[in-house]
């Protein structure tokens, strides 16, 4: 997923000001300040046209000067960008830009840990929909800047059939079946056996979802599957194991911790008064 050009900033800007700056409206409104972001620990940086997007918003005078490329990984300590402008909008949308900057870092940066575990296996590891609300499109774009890949990005691209549809529908064969007549989105199925893997293929969905597989079933599903269908893993896979998961010869791994456990990089924002 591609950033956007210009990301619409305008919901965060206003759950946090609201009717207006309080604290801001003490500084004159002829004052310049000039400010630098830095991280305090290793991260992969993501999140740039958000980040301006909300001093741009606040001010078009507003200006950033990025020292740090997007997807880039730095250090501890790196200097990411620079910003200068009236200091009322580099007040104001401090907070706001941190957020988005330092969830949106924390997200790419996860992404590159579990790319770089599964290097060279031919295996790729996609997101899920367990986003932090208001962010998902944002998220799935970080997830590909750390150098993963997309699922669906919502119930409306895509059909992925769990054991409650299943049930609902009468039998796997019968929801692949219905899903085939009611759209053309690629189609998904979810099984937790391989007795249910054999009616999965005989069904032939786009791919196949294997939740919760030891290593050996895994290694049988491949066997049996024979590269006629994609297969993916999910369930209690986590850096410590997804490299032994993905040699197995699944297709994926869903990962729902690329978005959901992620924990804010930690950034700071200083900010001086401009000089003369």
Same mark, same amino acid.
């Given at each position: 997923? #591609? /950033?956007? *050009?210009? +990301?619409?900033?305008? +919901?965060?800007?206003?759950?946090?000001?609201?009717?207006?700056?309080?604290?801001?409206?003490?500084?004159? $409104?002829?004052? @310049?300040?000039?400010?630098?972001?830095?991280?305090?620990?290793?991260?992969?940086?993501?999140?740039?046209?958000?980040?301006?997007?909300?001093?741009?918003?606040?001010?078009?005078?507003? !200006?950033?000067?990025?020292?740090?490329? %997007?997807?880039?990984?730095?250090?501890?300590?790196?200097?990411?960008?620079?910003?200068?402008? +009236?200091?009322?909008? =580099?007040?104001?949308? %401090?907070? *706001?830009?941190?957020? =988005?900057?330092? #969830?949106?870092?924390? @997200?790419? #940066?996860?992404? /590159?840990?579990?790319?770089?575990?599964?290097?060279?296996?031919?295996?790729?590891?996609?997101?899920?929909?367990?986003?932090?609300?208001?962010? !998902?499109?944002?998220?799935?774009?970080?997830? *590909?800047?750390?150098?993963?890949?997309?699922?669906?990005?919502?119930?409306?691209?895509?059909?992925?059939?769990?054991?409650?549809?299943?049930?609902?529908?009468?039998?796997? #064969?019968?929801?692949?079946?219905?899903?085939?007549?009611?759209?053309?989105?690629?189609?998904?199925?979810?099984?937790?056996?391989?007795?249910? =893997?054999? %009616?999965?293929?005989?069904?032939?969905?786009?791919?196949?979802?294997?939740?919760?597989?030891?290593?050996?079933?895994?290694?049988?599903?491949?066997?049996? @599957?024979?590269?006629?269908?994609?297969?993916?893993? $999910?369930?209690?896979?986590?850096?410590?194991?997804? !490299?032994?998961?993905?040699?197995?010869?699944?297709?994926?791994? /869903?990962?729902?911790?690329? @978005?959901?456990?992620?924990?804010?990089?930690?950034? /700071?924002? !200083?900010?001086?008064?401009?000089?003369?």
């Amino acid at each position: 997923m #591609t /950033s956007p *050009t210009t +990301p619409d900033i305008r +919901p965060f800007l206003e759950e946090d000001i609201g009717s207006g700056d309080l604290t801001a409206a003490i500084v004159p $409104s002829t004052v @310049t300040a000039e400010a630098e972001v830095v991280t305090r620990e290793p991260m992969v940086v993501c999140g740039q046209a958000w980040f301006g997007a909300v001093f741009k918003e606040l001010d078009p005078a507003a !200006r950033i000067d990025w020292l740090r490329a %997007e997807g880039e990984a730095v250090k501890a300590g790196a200097v990411l960008c620079r910003l200068a402008g +009236p200091a009322r909008a =580099l007040l104001t949308g %401090e907070r *706001t830009a941190l957020n =988005l900057l330092q #969830t949106l870092s924390a @997200t790419a #940066t996860a992404a /590159s840990q579990y790319a770089e575990a599964v290097a060279g296996t031919g295996c790729k590891v996609l997101d899920t929909r367990k986003t932090i609300p208001g962010l !998902r499109q944002a998220q799935k774009y970080a997830v *590909t800047v750390g150098g993963c890949h997309n699922h669906r990005l919502g119930l409306y691209d895509g059909v992925l059939i769990k054991e409650n549809h299943i049930t609902a529908a009468g039998s796997i #064969t019968g929801a692949v079946r219905l899903a085939r007549e009611l759209t053309t989105a690629p189609v998904e199925v979810e099984v937790e056996t391989l007795e249910q =893997l054999r %009616e999965a293929l005989a069904a032939v969905p786009d791919r196949i979802m294997l939740d919760n597989f030891n290593l050996d079933d895994l290694r049988a599903a491949v066997r049996i @599957t024979g590269g006629r269908v994609e297969l993916e893993a $999910s369930g209690n896979i986590g850096l410590d194991n997804i !490299r032994t998961v993905a040699e197995t010869g699944v297709d994926y791994i /869903s990962i729902g911790a690329l @978005t959901k456990h992620v924990k804010a990089a930690d950034l /700071s924002m !200083r900010i001086k008064l401009a000089q003369g």
